[in-house]
C-alpha cells in the first residue's frame, strides 16, 4: 500500500529535522513566545549564524513561520502542538529505576572489588 510507504517517508523526514538538539531546543523556546534570531541567540548561547541555520531547517521542513513587524522578524511555530510532542518524547528517554538501581548496585560492588585491589600489598614477582 503505498500510502503507507509515503507516511512513513513524510514521519521519517520529520524525525531526521528533530535529530539535532539545536532545533529541539528552537522548538521549546518557541513555545512560550515569539522570538527573534537575536534572542534565540542569548538565550541559547550559540552564534547568530547558528540560530539562523537552524530556523532555516526548521522553516524550510514547515515547522516555524517568519512574521516581519518593521525590521524585526519574528519566528513561532506553525503548530505549537509539536513541542508538547517532543515533551511527550523524554518519557522514552526516561531510565527506568529499576535499570538505575541495578546499576547503582553494580557500581558499589565494583568499587568493593576494586578497592580491595587497590588497598592489597603489591605481590613480589618470583624469579
Not at 506553525?78 to 513541542?83: G, Q, S, V
Request: proline share 5%; charged share 30%; aromatic share 6%.
Amino acid at each position: 500500500m503505498p500510502f503507507r510507504a509515503v507516511v512513513s517517508a513524510e514521519l521519517a523526514k520529520l524525525f531526521g529535522v528533530l535529530s539535532h538538539p539545536m532545533r529541539i531546543r528552537i522548538i521549546e523556546e518557541l513555545k512560550k513566545e515569539d522570538l527573534t534570531v537575536g534572542t534565540l541567540k542569548d538565550i541559547m548561547g550559540i552564534s547568530h549564524s547558528a540560530v539562523s541555520q537552524q530556523l532555516a531547517v526548521l522553516r524550510s521542513h514547515h515547522l516555524v513561520i517568519e512574521t516581519r513587524q518593521g525590521r524585526n522578524v519574528f519566528y513561532h511555530l506553525r503548530k505549537p502542538d509539536i513541542a508538547q510532542w517532543i515533551m511527550d518524547g523524554v518519557s522514552f528517554i526516561s531510565p527506568d529505576t529499576s535499570e538505575v538501581e541495578k546499576m547503582m548496585s553494580a557500581i558499589k560492588d565494583v568499587q568493593s572489588v576494586w578497592g580491595e585491589e587497590e588497598k592489597a600489598p603489591p605481590k613480589k614477582k618470583k624469579r
